[in-house]
Structure formats: structure tokens, C-alpha cells
């Protein structure tokens, strides 16, 4: 099964670093098929910790193929940053690849995201404001700057030129801000060209040649299916496909190359940002929560919202992604309690919904239906086999998987390497 997609299931932060890394001895290729440096990958390999926001995770393994998909929005600055900082910890970045049709996050995508935002004011999406939406807005409107441009100055030089005309009206007569001038933008980017040109490549090619061959790739997504620009809770979501389906066009490989989905799930739940969150806990228990998940943002160190786990929202994911298998992350991190409680079901208004409402107003105003399944006292951050878990825990794991609709194949119970029980191999 050489065509292997990572998902997150909920709104992000799940750990999908964690899963990629788990894979990395046996993957050839890893891919990051959407996003920008909105959201990161925590990795952890013995006492070191690795921070990645636009990188996929599997550069950390080595011998394997990194490869960023033109379904991503690049930010250069970052891109070079990051390879920089994994060299200086002798981390070997030599086998990355960027997509020809990436297309770039310029200065004047970064500034109108914060002042669009700030412009919104009760209304805000809450948006990490690093110009990823105005990028994916560029790109849909046809005057986004793709990675080719840069090695075509003229070309580049019209583009932003076109882009510029609009944006600067905003800026100027909307948003009370300066223009930003075509030189200041088209300098900043060709200051990257030949950082940059040894990187690119016909990365589609690459991946189906490399499948061809037989080799395993595993596809990276960003964010998670409840941020899906199409899936998620619209409009407080991300700008891209974050779903399987973006795997295929953010990569340029076909849907039938694609054998095993692999969705990452929290043992609860968290959010970063605006919008609907029916398990959303405002007491005592949240911040015990987040206290003990260390539930901060990697990108933007934002404390996460934090509730309890959401089955429905598990079942919409996996029928959305067609997930083979689960990925359940942070068991460890529910250690302690007598009752753990799981939502199996919402009321809206007297009226019980199994399953996520299509009605966006239905979701928001949805009271979450509990099932208290007992807990454990034990320390299980030590146990890598499924049957040394205490009984409670292998039994909330159990309720978990029944009410998903797909197998938990991995669970991982601590924040190191090899902090993982594997039940199915995922290979």
C-alpha cells in the first residue's frame, strides 16, 4: 500500500506530526499537499524537540523524500528560515522539493490578512494572520505568484504589478494604510531565486514516477476536516482542502493512487480560533485540560479551546475521508480522572442529531448528549502493548473505535518518539 494519507479529524493540533514521524523508516516520500505556515507539526525525538510550521515532518527522518505540494502557499522568508534552522541541528534537508505551481505568500498577502481582520472586528475568523487566505483568495481570482514566476523577473514584475492595482486601493482608501510599491515586493522575492531554484521541481511527476516504483507516500495534510474550506464549519475555517481529497489535487497524483487514509484524533478535543465547538469546556475540568495537554499553538502559541471527545464529529470525518484508521493521540493525558465523559450525540432544541448537523445554526446552538465512561489512575505513558493498559483504558479506547465507525490502528500515550501502542500496522 504505497499511497498513504494523514488527516486530522477534528480542528488541528491533533499530532499528525507524530503519525508521519511514526511512519518515517518505512516511508520513501512525504508530502504536505495544503496550508502555509498557519499551523505546525510538534515532533519529538529523544530529548530533542523539533517545531515545524511549513515543512512536512517526515525531513526529520533520514533518506526521505520531502516534497511541498502546489497545493500549498509558501512564505519564503519561513521556508528558508526553517532550513536553516534544521541544518544547524544537523538535520539534512538536501532531499526537499517545492512544486513549481506553489503558489508564494508575498508582503502584501501578510498585511492585508492582519488588517482585514483587525477590520472585522467582532465578526473575526481568527485567522493566524500570515496571509495564507489572501493567497488562496489570489490563486482562486487567477493573479496569485507562483514559485515558476520568480525565475522569470518580467513575469513576475506584471503579476505583482496586476495584483497591486486592486490591493492598494484597499489598502489605501479602505484600510487607511500605505501602498506597498511593485520593487519592494518584486526585490524581496527575487532576493530568494537561487536559494530557491535547486529546490523546484515537476514534483507530480516525481510522486507518481516514485509510486510507479513502488515506493510509500505518505501525504502530510495541514489543519484538519473541520477546517475543510468545504467540509468544515464555514466560514471559520482554513483556505484550503484539508480533507483526502486534497491530497490528490494538492499533489497532482490521482485519487486511486491513494490506498490507506489515516486519520489523527485526540482522545478529546481542542480548536484554535472562531467558531462552533459544542464540547467546548469554560470551567475548571478545561483548564485542567489544557494545563495538562499543554494545549498552545505551535504556530502562534495561542492557548487551544479545549472539550471533551466528540464522536459525531469523528463519524463525519470518516465518511468525508473514507479513513481506513484511527490515529488516537494524548490517551495518556486523561490519566487521573474518575469519569470521563464522551459526546455521542447533540440536542438542538429538544431534538437529538446522531450525527453532525448539516445546518450550520444547528451546530452552533447544539448541546452536546453525554456517555460518562469510567477512568484510570494509572500512569500508562510506559505501556506500548494494548493489553498492559488498565482496563478502563482499554475500554474507553474500545467505545471510542465502536462509536467512529473505523478501526483505532495506533494510540499514543506519550509525547516521546516511541510513545505509541500499535494495534494494526499502518504500512
Known amino acids: 500500500m504505497p499511497g498513504i494519507v494523514i488527516v486530522g479529524v477534528q480542528w488541528g493540533d491533533e499530532g499528525k506530526g507524530k503519525a508521519t514521524d511514526l511512519l518515517g523508516d518505512r516511508t520513501d516520500w512525504v508530502v504536505k499537499f495544503n496550508g502555509g505556515n498557519n499551523a505546525g507539526h510538534t515532533v519529538v525525538i529523544g530529548d530533542e524537540k523539533y517545531a515545524l510550521h511549513l515543512l512536512p515532518s517526515g525531513i526529520l527522518s533520514p533518506g526521505v523524500n520531502a516534497v511541498i505540494g502546489n497545493g500549498v502557499v509558501v512564505d519564503l522568508e519561513v521556508l528558508f528560515a526553517e532550513i536553516e534552522a534544521l541544518n544547524s541541528r544537523g ?68 503579476k505583482v504589478e496586476g495584483a497591486l492595482e486592486q490591493k492598494n486601493h484597499l489598502l489605501l482608501k479602505v484600510y487607511n494604510r500605505r501602498a506597498i510599491t511593485c520593487d519592494e515586493v518584486v526585490d524581496e522575492l527575487l532576493a530568494y531565486t537561487d536559494r530557491l531554484r535547486p529546490l523546484v521541481a515537476d514534483t507530480s511527476l516525481l510522486l507518481n514516477d ?12 495541514g489543519q484538519a476536516t473541520m477546517l475543510d474550506i468545504d467540509h468544515g464549519t464555514y466560514p471559520f475555517v482554513t483556505s484550503s482542502s484539508a480533507t483526502a481529497g486534497g491530497a490528490s489535487t494538492g499533489s497532482g497524483v490521482g485519487p486511486n493512487r491513494l490506498d490507506r487514509i489515516v486519520g489523527i484524533v485526540k482522545a478529546y478535543t481542542t480548536r484554535v480560533g472562531s467558531g462552533p465547538f459544542p464540547t467546548e469546556l469554560h470551567d475548571e475540568q478545561g483548564e485542567w485540560l489544557r494545563k495538562r495537554g499543554f494545549e498552545f499553538g505551535t504556530t502562534t502559541g495561542r492557548a487551544r479551546r479545549v472539550g471533551w471527545y466528540d464522536a459525531p464529529i469523528t463519524r463525519y470525518a470518516t465518511r468525508i475521508n473514507g479513513i481506513t484508521d484511527l ?16 459526546c455521542v450525540a447533540y440536542d438542538v432544541d429538544g431534538e437529538r442529531f446522531d450525527e453532525v448537523p ?9 448541546v452536546p448528549v453525554y456517555e460518562l465512561l469510567p477512568g484510570w489512575q494509572e500512569d500508562i505513558s510506559g505501556v506500548r502493548v494494548f493489553e498492559d493498559l488498565p482496563q478502563a483504558a482499554q475500554d474507553y479506547v474500545l ?29
Open 91 to 158: 538535520i539534512d534537508t538536501s532531499r526537499l522539493r517545492v512544486s513549481a505551481n506553489a503558489h508564494i505568500i508575498t508582503h502584501y498577502h501578510r498585511t492585508l490578512d492582519k488588517v482585514t481582520e483587525r477590520f472585522l472586528g467582532k465578526r473575526m475568523i481568527g485567522t493566524t494572520g500570515r496571509g495564507i487566505g489572501p493567497t488562496y483568495a489570489d490563486k482562486i481570482n487567477r493573479v496569485g505568484i507562483r514559485v515558476q514566476d520568480l525565475f522569470d523577473e518580467k513575469i513576475l514584475r506584471q
Open 327 to 342: 490515529v488516537l493521540t494524548k490517551l495518556d493525558i486523561l490519566t487521573g480522572l474518575d469519569e470521563i465523559p464522551v
Open 358 to 366: 448539516v445546518n450550520q445554526t444547528d451546530f452552533h446552538h447544539s
Open 399 to 427: 467505545a471510542l473505535e465502536a462509536m467512529s465507525g473505523t478501526r483505532v490502528s495506533v494510540i499514543g500515550v506519550g509525547p516521546a518518539r516511541d510513545g505509541v501502542i500499535v494495534r494494526h500496522d499502518l504500512v
Open 210 to 221: 516514485a509510486l510507479d516504483a513502488g515506493d510509500v507516500v505518505v501525504f502530510e495534510g
